[in-house]
Structures are given as C-alpha cells and as structure tokens.
C-alpha cells in the first residue's frame, strides 16, 4: 500500500493515522484510507502504543471517552466503569481537515465536502532533504511526536555505544557559523550473528571503509569524500582514553596502509579522525562507526535498499548473486553487494568504494522517501537500528545530540550532496600492486576546495555570496610590493614555513619589508592576515600575491602608527610558499564524482 492510501489524499492528515480505539483504550497504526466512520473494515488492527492514562481533574466527576464520526457527530460515551453506553464500536475514523470557511477547530466531513476547502500545495519532489545515512536518528525526531519522547529517549539511549576522543573533535555539536565534518567509519569488525564467516572473524575492527561527510557552512551543500583503506599515509600520535578513565598515547607510524589508523596498537576513533585531518587538512567535529551488521539492519529497517546491476553477479567471495537490472536488497544481500569486490570494475578496492557510494546515496534516497517517512513502524526500526549500530563520539552521544545535528544535516538538499574519493596512484615502490599512495597533483586542490568550502555542485546562491564576499575584500587600490610591510609567523605544520615565505616574498614577489618572526604561540588551521584599516591596500596586495581567500583577511580597528607591519600567521592549511591558499572555483579534471540525487548502475 503506498503512502497516498494510506492518508496522504483525500486531505487526510498523517498524523491521524494513529487513532483511538475507545473499546481497548489503545493507540493503533490505521492503515485504510477513509476519512467517515471504520465499521466494518476488514483490515488488521496495525501496531498499537498504549496510552498514557491522565489522572481525573477534581471535579470532573471522571473522565469520559467521546469520538466523532465522519461528519463530526458524537457516536456514545464510556462510563467512568468502562461499561458501553451502546454497541461495541470500531475505530473512529481519520479526520478531515478542517473547512477553510469554518471556525477553528471545526473538522470537515472527510467525505468530499471539498468545496471551499483550502487546498494542500503539492509537495516539490526535487525539494528532497537529505538524511545521514545512519539517519535512523532523524526518525527518532518523527516516532518521537507519536508515541511520546520520554519512553523513546530512555530506550534510544540505552542503545548508543560512545567513545571520548579529547581534543579530535568538537565537544559541541555543532557551530552555527562553521562547515559540518563528520568521518563515517566502517570497520570489518564480525560482529553480529553469520558475521564470523566474514574475512578475518578475529579482527579488533580497521577502517576499512571511510567517508568524511563534509557539510558547508550555509547548509546547501556537502561533500562526501571517501578514503581508501590501502592507502599509504602517516598515522600520526594520538591520545587515547582508557578504561579505567586514563590517558595514554599511541606512538605515530610512518608509511603505513591508512585502516590501520584504527584498532592496530588499541587506536581508537580519535586515531583515525586526527589521521584524516592530517591528510586533508580538514578537522573532523564528529565520528560515526559501524560495523558489518549495522549494513544488515539498516537495510532491513527501511524496507531494503534499490540499487541496479549494469550486469549479472555472481561472486564467490562475497556471495552475491543477483541478475542484470534493478533489485532491492537488504540484510545478507545488501552486506554481499557493499563488500563485493571482485565483480566490479577492474576488481579494486577503489571500484567497491563507488559500489558502496551508490549503495548509500539510494539509502539516502529511500530514507527520504514517503514510504519511509509515513510509517511510524518504519521509522521506529529505523531509529532502533540506527542507535544500536552506532558507536559515536561522546560530543554526540545522546538521542538528543543526534537528533539535533540530524536536523541541521538534514537541511542539505539531496541534489546538491556530491560522492568522491581522495586521488591516489598506484605505490611506485611495489611491483605487485596491493597499496595506493596520494596523487597530490589532483589531491591537493579539492582538498583546498573543501577546506574553503567550496561546493563540488554548482549552488548558484552559495556561487554568487562566495564570490561576492571575497570580491568585496580585494575590492580596492593595491599597494606596490615595495610599500608592502609584514611579519610572518609559522603557526601551520610545513617546517621552517616562515623563513621559506620570506624567502619567496623578497625574491619572487619583491616584498623586501617583510621578516620572519619564527613560530606562531599557538598552532592555528588556517591562515590569517591581520591588518589596520589604513593598510588595507598592502593586505590587498599581500592577499592577491599569496592567493588568500576574503575569509583569511582580519581587520583590526585602529590605525596603524610608523612603521608597524601586517602579521600573517601561516596555518595548517598553508602548503608551501607560492602555492595558493585558496582552492579553485571547480573541481580540477580527472576527479571522480558521484551525485546523490542520481541512480547509477554498478557496473
């Protein structure tokens, strides 16, 4: 039964879908479509919630039970002893919306009394929000309104599992006036019943599949970059929290595979989320980790996942075994399909890695559909599976919190959410090829694009205010190199940043009055440029010369006196001098891309 017999026409309400049965004192799922009275409805009863008793109001010589039929009229009362006035009754009926030219509160007949009704604006299918895909916690918003949120809370709660990554992230939840950046992480862990058949069934669980889920600052767009679990990179040290509540850190290891970032030498999230902000440049806020069973769950909880096969499958390792065309799968398939390998591509962990990048984005689509969002069984599972499959940072380790950033996630329009993965190459240092190593070339600028929150989309608003913005900042006369005076500090990770910038200024760029002043007191992410408003057309110049976003220019509010200087504090995003701190306005060639929005065949 689809949604609109199940409410959605007729100007049925979909919250009236849970009514009261007076005879049990219930709450129950009505799943038929008429709005005028139920008796005689063949269906099933659907789910029932039971109800909150409310104790009686003094005086009010007990509480009566009252419906109404389809055109408003009262059918009998219950007595106080719950003996029946007259017949055994039904289901009352959904209402209808109330009429247009009647007074509030007044329901209509619900059957056809159309005229003069106010009439329901269609819904813009294009308009579809999107959902993380662990979005089972926005379901815990939509259940929440119908079977009361207290009983949901406490029930939700006791399913998360958490994780205290310190310093790795953010303690709030997040920052009204900041890009979003949450690191999605898959491990190989075989938990879960029939998982122990999987791989290596004693593994402590690795990053094997990772996705920074880059949300921009103005919530139209975000970025869904995934990681390659063979790629070779640096883990840096981190800090750990112990069981017994103590801290510990892990030694760095140079020139290892990335997914070991996470479980070898008891690393934990935190690990992984410093690694990956050591490589892109971008802090994580947040971490989200599931295992090989949250796949089965989730799927089975949304009524299975619709993906398509560009050809027929049958793969001996994962046992997949599925014709060409479309198919919807859950459980058992649905975790065969995302780990499949072998049948893709050219059988590399990097053809999986869009296999799975489909299988989430028709997630995402199937989460926002009506089918999902009007079943208060579905978006109850959902929500269930969702908190029992996630283990999360504590920043966000409440239903609340979840359902909080779930909401501002949510305000991403699905169009404009963009899948692709970070450029490697094969290692040069193997002749049997098993690992990848950054392709820095292409690496870099859309590493600078998200760290600039630059949409991978074209969001014609965002386009138009970023350019604006950064228009009006180098709007203006530019100071000659000569008049130029600046102080740079090394606030960002490139060794000996400072002096190489000088370097560059004076002989590339003629900026002779500019010294290097060492480190910075404080390590800081981005590059800044401070300046007094009577040197704005030096910070004009500096900014043009160093390729610094309008973002990275701080004015201060006096004037500077004699010969006071600019401070510039190089970041972490600083690359090398000469290298320009902004990213390009579009994504550089040969970087593969996916949109959420589209249904894409595995091929």
Same mark, same amino acid.
Not at 409 to 432: R, S
Not at 521 to 546: F, G, S
């Given at each position: 039964?689809?949604?609109?017999?199940?409410?959605?026409?007729?100007? *049925?309400?979909?919250?009236?879908?849970?009514?009261?049965?007076?005879?049990t004192?219930?709450?129950?799922?009505?799943?038929?479509?008429?709005?005028?009275?139920?008796?005689?409805? $063949?269906?099933?009863?659907?789910?029932?919630?039971?109800?909150?008793?409310?104790?009686?109001?003094?005086?009010?010589?007990?509480?009566?039970?009252?419906?109404?039929?389809?055109?408003?009229e009262?059918?009998?009362?219950?007595?106080?002893?719950?003996?029946?006035?007259?017949?055994?009754?039904?289901?009352?009926?959904?209402?209808?919306?109330?009429s247009?030219?009647?007074?509030?509160?007044?329901?209509?007949?619900?059957?056809?009394?159309?005229?003069?009704?106010?009439?329901?604006?269609?819904?813009?299918?294009?308009?579809?929000?999107?959902?993380?895909?662990?979005?089972?916690?926005?379901?815990?918003?939509?259940?929440?309104?119908?079977?009361?949120?207290?009983?949901?809370?406490?029930?939700?709660?006791?399913n998360?599992?958490?994780?205290?990554?310190?310093?790795?992230?953010?303690?709030?939840?997040?920052?009204?006036?900041?890009?979003v950046?949450?690191?999605?992480?898959?491990?190989?862990?075989?938990?879960?019943?029939?998982?122990?058949?999987y791989?290596?069934?004693?593994?402590?669980?690795?990053?094997?599949?990772?996705?920074?889920?880059?949300?921009?600052?103005?919530?139209?767009?975000?970025?869904?970059?995934?990681?390659?679990?063979?790629?070779?990179?640096?883990?840096?040290?981190?800090?750990?929290?112990?069981?017994?509540?103590?801290?510990?850190?892990?030694?760095?290891?140079?020139?290892?595979?990335?997914?070991? $970032?996470?479980?070898?030498?008891?690393?934990?999230?935190?690990?992984?989320?410093?690694?990956?902000?050591?490589?892109?440049?971008?802090?994580?806020?947040?971490?989200m980790?599931?295992?090989?069973?949250?796949?089965?769950?989730?799927s089975?909880?949304?009524?299975?996942?619709?993906?398509?096969l560009?050809?027929?499958?049958?793969?001996?390792?994962?046992?997949?075994d /599925?014709?060409?065309?479309?198919?919807?799968?859950?459980?058992?398939?649905?975790?065969?399909?995302?780990?499949t390998?072998?049948?893709?591509g050219?059988?590399?962990? /990097?053809?999986?890695?869009?296999?799975?990048?489909?299988?989430?984005?028709?997630?995402?689509?199937?989460?926002?559909?009506?089918?999902?969002l009007t $079943?208060?069984? @579905?978006?109850?599972?959902?929500?269930?599976?969702?908190?029992?499959?996630?283990?999360?940072?504590?920043?966000?380790g409440?239903?609340? @919190?979840?359902?909080?950033? !779930?909401?501002?996630?949510?305000?991403?329009?699905?169009?404009?959410?963009?899948?692709?993965?970070?450029?490697?190459?094969?290692?040069?240092?193997? @002749?049997?090829?098993?690992?990848?190593?950054?392709?820095?070339?292409?690496?870099?600028?859309?590493?600078?694009?998200?760290?600039?929150?630059?949409?991978?989309?074209?969001?014609?608003?965002? @386009?138009?205010?970023?350019?604006?913005?950064q228009?009006?900042?180098?709007?203006?006369t530019?100071?000659? !190199?000569?008049?130029?005076?600046?102080?740079?500090?090394?606030?960002g990770?490139?060794?000996?940043?400072?002096?190489?910038?000088?370097?560059?200024?004076?002989?590339?760029?003629?900026?002779?009055?500019?010294?290097?002043?060492?480190?910075?007191?404080?390590? *800081?992410?981005?590059?800044?440029?401070?300046?007094?408003?009577?040197q704005?057309?030096?910070?004009?110049?500096?900014?043009?010369?160093?390729?610094?976003?309008?973002?990275?220019?701080?004015?201060?509010t006096?004037?500077?006196?004699?010969?006071?200087?600019?401070?510039?504090?190089?970041?972490?995003?600083?690359?090398?001098?000469?290298?320009? *701190?902004?990213?390009?306005a579009?994504?550089?060639?040969?970087?593969?891309?996916?949109?959420?929005?589209?249904?894409?065949?595995?091929?």
């Amino acid at each position: 039964m689809d949604a609109q017999s199940r409410g959605r026409s007729n100007n *049925i309400d979909p919250a009236d879908q849970w009514v009261l049965n007076p005879h049990t004192g219930d709450y129950e799922l009505r799943l038929n479509n008429s709005g005028g009275d139920s008796a005689g409805a $063949s269906q099933a009863p659907g789910p029932r919630i039971p109800r909150r008793r409310e104790p009686d109001r003094e005086g009010s010589g007990g509480r009566r039970n009252t419906s109404r039929d389809g055109d408003g009229e009262r059918r009998g009362q219950s007595r106080r002893d719950g003996q029946e006035s007259g017949p055994r009754r039904e289901v009352p009926g959904q209402r209808g919306r109330r009429s247009a030219n009647g007074p509030r509160g007044q329901e209509g007949s619900g059957r056809g009394d159309t005229a003069g009704r106010r009439s329901r604006k269609a819904p813009k299918a294009r308009r579809k929000k999107a959902l993380l895909w662990t979005g089972g916690v926005m379901a815990f918003v939509l259940v929440g309104l119908s079977v009361g949120v207290y009983a949901l809370y406490q029930h939700f709660n006791g399913n998360l599992s958490t994780v205290d990554v310190g310093g790795a992230g953010n303690k709030n939840v997040f920052d009204n006036d900041a890009p979003v950046n949450i690191l999605i992480i898959g491990t190989d862990k075989r938990t879960g019943k029939g998982n122990e058949g999987y791989g290596d069934k004693d593994s402590v669980g690795h990053a094997d599949t990772n996705i920074l889920f880059h949300v921009s600052k103005d919530r139209t767009n975000a970025t869904a970059l995934s990681i390659p679990r063979d790629m070779i990179t640096n883990i840096p040290d981190c800090e750990t929290t112990q069981p017994d509540g103590t801290k510990k850190v892990i030694p760095g290891t140079q020139n290892v595979r990335f997914n070991e $970032s996470l479980g070898q030498e008891d690393r934990d999230p935190g690990c992984t989320m410093r690694t990956v902000e050591e490589i892109t440049g971008l802090k994580p806020d947040h971490f989200m980790m599931v295992d090989f069973n949250a796949v089965k769950e989730l799927s089975t909880a949304v009524g299975g996942v619709k993906i398509c096969l560009a050809k027929p499958v049958k793969d001996k390792d994962s046992h997949l075994d /599925l014709s060409e065309g479309e198919h919807r799968i859950q459980g058992e398939d649905a975790l065969a399909f995302v780990r499949t390998r072998h049948s893709f591509g050219n059988e590399s962990d /990097l053809d999986r890695i869009k296999v799975q990048q489909q299988f989430i984005a028709s997630m995402i689509r199937q989460m926002q559909s009506d089918d999902t969002l009007t $079943s208060p069984t @579905k978006l109850f599972k959902l929500a269930n599976a969702a908190t029992s499959a996630l283990t999360v940072d504590t920043g966000i380790g409440s239903p609340k @919190k979840l359902a909080s950033l !779930a909401q501002e996630l949510g305000k991403v329009n699905t169009k404009n959410i963009t899948f692709t993965t970070v450029p490697v190459m094969d290692n040069p240092a193997e @002749k049997v090829r098993a690992t990848v190593v950054l392709d820095t070339a292409k690496a870099d600028p859309l590493f600078a694009m998200m760290r600039e929150d630059t949409s991978l989309t074209e969001v014609k608003e965002q @386009k138009k205010a970023a350019k604006s913005k950064q228009d009006a900042v180098l709007k203006g006369t530019k100071a000659a !190199a000569a008049d130029v005076r600046v102080d740079v500090y090394n606030g960002g990770k490139v060794p000996g940043a400072a002096q190489t910038t000088v370097v560059w200024l004076q002989n590339n760029q003629g900026v002779l009055k500019s010294t290097n002043k060492a480190n910075a007191p404080a390590k *800081i992410d981005k590059t800044t440029l401070e300046y007094a408003p009577n040197q704005a057309d030096q910070a004009r110049a500096l900014a043009a010369m160093m390729g610094l976003p309008g973002s990275a220019l701080k004015q201060g509010t006096t004037d500077a006196e004699g010969l006071q200087a600019m401070v510039l504090t190089l970041g972490a995003d600083f690359k090398g001098a000469g290298i320009p *701190i902004t990213g390009p306005a579009k994504v550089p060639d040969g970087i593969q891309q996916a949109n959420a929005d589209k249904a894409e065949c595995a091929k």
